[in-house]
């Protein structure tokens, strides 16, 4: 294997990628339309990573969980443009072997993560919706560093097998690669020997623990928080868990849609074209959607934006995470409560006895000191003086 590794790094011929702007009948627009995605895309992360740095009242797992996805979507989009803004400006598409290689895997290692950083998201707002009063336990910080270290190492030595093992065989004198990056799939394409075992062994894995499961954990998460909400039987309650999770959904949606595209569907099902086009859109303009998802219609973000850059204006608040049926672990400050007033509470129907291992009675403590307060600090102190044993084990 050593020998075949060293036999393609020195064979003094390079990669050769697709030139992706010239299949097209106006390169100029399509460069410039990708170069202000780019810059739109690498602007807009910025601002939420410095957005969630500077804000204290941002510090918690679903923030920490944006900053992942984002460092993700940075990565992404910083692979690919800079490289084909080079290529199409100096008109050699030639790639090293070293390059190809790091592109490979940096490839493999953020589509999986992603894959299982979504699932996490999903479980962080099935937590925060169901379990309110088990939030701080379920997902703790410890819990939270772990899921996000379980979704970058997982993958990263899954990757280093499949790239390393696809860079030792054998591959053809032209090594034009029809792909305007490195993938596994395209470079198979030019191996000279036969790696059909090979490549539907790779299908087969990918689309069970980067498509099955994570989507049916998402599925799962997604199912229990409608279940809530609907149990309530209020228009008001659905509406305000539909805006709690509405972004994930989105957001999980175009990833996944475009993936299921190429991996999934027959090859037979889309022309060559598509095959070009769907992963511009999974690996360019995804990156740079995401970060407006998530902060277009999320009152946290525009509230921390207002503060950070010191726009005037009066914002909404909201504490914990964004509005939960119920309880307050993210409770809206508005108009009202900026006057003096206090916000509704929950019902006592509303709390459960036993959640959490909780009686009622310190379950309603808990909801005073949030409403009370709306400090999350005090809540969690609150929490580690009832549940002791639970808080100092997470």
Request: hydrophobic share 50%.
């Amino acid at each position: 294997m050593s020998m075949a590794w060293l036999n393609n790094q020195t064979s003094g011929s390079d990669f050769f990628l697709l030139d992706l702007f010239h299949s097209t009948l106006v390169p100029w627009v399509l460069f410039t339309l990708i170069l202000l995605d780019f810059l739109v895309a690498l602007c807009g992360i910025t601002i939420i990573i410095i957005l969630i740095w500077a804000d204290p009242l941002l510090h918690t797992p679903m923030y920490f969980l944006l900053i992942q996805l984002s460092l993700m979507d940075l990565l992404y989009i910083s692979m690919f443009v800079p490289k084909m803004v080079v290529d199409f400006l100096s008109g050699d598409h030639r790639i090293s072997f070293i390059g190809c290689s790091f592109q490979m895997f940096l490839f493999v290692t953020l589509g999986g993560s992603e894959c299982l950083l979504l699932t996490v998201m999903a479980y962080d707002i099935y937590a925060a919706i169901c379990h309110p009063l088990c939030f701080l336990i379920l997902m703790g910080p410890r819990v939270c560093v772990l899921l996000v270290l379980v979704s970058w190492l997982g993958v990263f030595f899954n990757s280093l097998i499949h790239v390393v093992y696809t860079l030792t065989l054998r591959y053809c004198a032209s090594r034009e690669i029809h792909h305007f990056f490195c993938e596994v799939p395209a470079l198979l394409k030019v191996v000279c020997a036969d790696a059909s075992q090979y490549e539907k062994g790779i299908s087969v894995t990918a689309v069970i623990f980067f498509f099955v499961l994570p989507i049916s954990g998402i599925l799962r998460s997604y199912g229990r928080i409608l279940f809530t909400a609907l149990g309530m039987g209020s228009g008001q309650g659905f509406r305000k868990t539909w805006g709690t999770f509405s972004s994930h959904v989105t957001v999980v949606s175009l990833f996944y849609g475009a993936a299921i595209i190429k991996y999934i569907l027959p090859k037979s099902s889309h022309s060559p074209v598509e095959e070009e086009v769907v992963p511009v859109f999974y690996t360019i303009i995804t990156p740079m959607l995401n970060p407006l998802i998530y902060s277009l219609q999320n009152k946290d973000v525009t509230r921390a934006f207002r503060k950070v850059f010191r726009v005037s204006g009066i914002g909404v608040c909201c504490v914990y995470h964004k509005p939960i049926i119920g309880l307050p672990f993210a409770l809206k400050v508005n108009r009202r409560s900026a006057l003096g007033q206090q916000p509704n509470t929950p019902r006592h129907a509303d709390i459960k006895e036993g959640e959490c291992g909780l009686p009622r009675a310190q379950q309603e403590h808990l909801v005073q000191v949030a409403v009370g307060q709306y400090s999350p600090e005090l809540l969690a102190q609150s929490l580690h003086k009832v549940i002791p044993a639970n808080a100092e084990r997470y």
